[in-house]
DNA sequence: TTAAATTTTTAGTCTAAGCTAAAAATAAAA
DNA sequence: TTTTATTTTTAGCTTAGACTAAAAATTTAA
């Protein structure tokens, strides 16, 4: 496995996450910064070692072993984030770009070593699950929080946006994973919530409630 | 700096820590594992970049700024070497193929915070002492076993040879950083050495002797 | 159902980093 | 000081991975 390699099953793998079925050359070349006519050559040779499958003009989709391989790397990336936030002082917008190259090192006893180092931790500092040795993945907690309702409450769990600058806005209004949160009022017109946590009250766009995974708290 | 590059100056470093002046093309393509020619193009890519000093015909020397470079990538494999053995359980010879991977990580938040976690050690598993940021390097501590006389005692504070097959060697004979040793007998013929660890008597190579760094306890 | 637009693939280049074989420079031996 | 041996460099090829431009297939629109 080269890092190349490893970069484009990751690209199919998260692609596939929500658009499922073949995945398009374009959207995988969007994906990586790159062009199209790469992305054909590099899929033709995932296909000849088994990791994609491929029929031209038709998208890609991982093989059983394309999907283990990609797992793997998320887990290993994962991992690494939770190390830099735990131990090391990171901020959770620090840890990614750092966590893109751990995640191509390799040595299973490191890993497995790391995981339990850290405690076997089920998510990363974004909320986002660790996939077990075996590629098998919880879900997603929670749902965004821009499908609760007025007067619903929960807890912040995840961020799908996981960009520094989103994280430092968030960083900013004091919205963090574990914050109680309650939805005071729906806008309508631009979709923009106004919100509280821990007493403080403020508005956000529809843009930031889109990017916000809550555990909505049962009805009391 | 590619990944390549770093490893050729990574080389010359080591190179020019025993034989100083020039290195030859030849020797850098033996430690590299790789053919002269090879060498020939990237010491000119290097000296291009003002990393060496080369003129053709006449071997290559690390810039200040190569220097630089090179102790830096020694620094994160020797931190990444105490992080390994002193918080995931590796044992002194499986480090080092990992390190080798590790420190070609760039962040020099992550370098400078695992430094701290690990309370700024000197030394790494084998001994070998850590550059500091600056570039500077202490000296290696103590001296051969095999230029010790019958008689002197000492602590183990370093192995030369670091590859895997030497180290389980020592683990075997229970040789390891910190025991006490004491040189019983030289053997002239063959250059061999009677010696005593923790109450433990037994013989070793030249090989051997000529691999292990001793600090010499003041004369009782 | 033909025509236009879009997507995807192919063909041909480029660069980094290797390699082999041959030429040139330097060092060692006669 | 020639001759011979060794070291180093050059020249030319190879592979992975990326790119541009053109061709082919598919999709959408007329
Ligand atoms: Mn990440
Ligand atoms: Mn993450
Ligand atoms: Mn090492
Ligand atoms: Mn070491």
Do not use: C
């Not at 929500?18 to 296909?47: C, F, P, R, W, Y």
């Not at 403020?202 to 555990?215: G, P, R, T």
């Amino acid at each position: 496995m080269t890092l190349s390699e490893e970069n484009y099953l990751k690209a199919i793998y998260h692609l596939g996450d929500v658009h499922d079925g073949g995945i398009s050359t374009n959207a995988i070349a969007e994906q990586m910064n790159t062009k199209a006519s790469s992305v054909t050559d590099m899929i033709k040779k995932l296909s000849e070692k088994g990791l994609v499958h491929y029929k031209r003009y038709k998208g890609s989709e991982l093989t059983e072993k394309g999907t283990l391989v990609a797992a793997n790397i998320i887990r290993k990336h994962r991992l690494w984030e939770v190390f830099l936030v735990e131990k090391l002082n990171f901020t959770w917008d620090e840890v990614h770009d750092v966590a893109e190259q751990l995640e191509h090192i390799k040595s299973e006893k490191l890993i497995n070593e790391l995981d339990a180092f850290l405690g076997f931790p089920k998510h990363d500092p974004h909320g986002d699950p660790i996939p077990d040795k075996d590629g098998n993945v919880s879900n997603k907690l929670g749902k965004l929080l821009i499908t609760l309702n007025k007067n619903d409450r929960g807890i912040i769990v995840g961020v799908k946006d996981s960009s520094s600058s989103f994280l430092k806005y968030l960083d900013k209004q004091g919205i963090a994973l574990g914050k109680k949160i309650k939805v005071l009022d729906k806008e309508p017109f631009d979709n923009s919530m106004k919100i509280r946590i821990k007493k403080e009250e403020f508005m956000i766009s529809q843009q930031i409630a889109n990017n916000i995974y809550v555990k909505l708290s049962p009805e009391a």
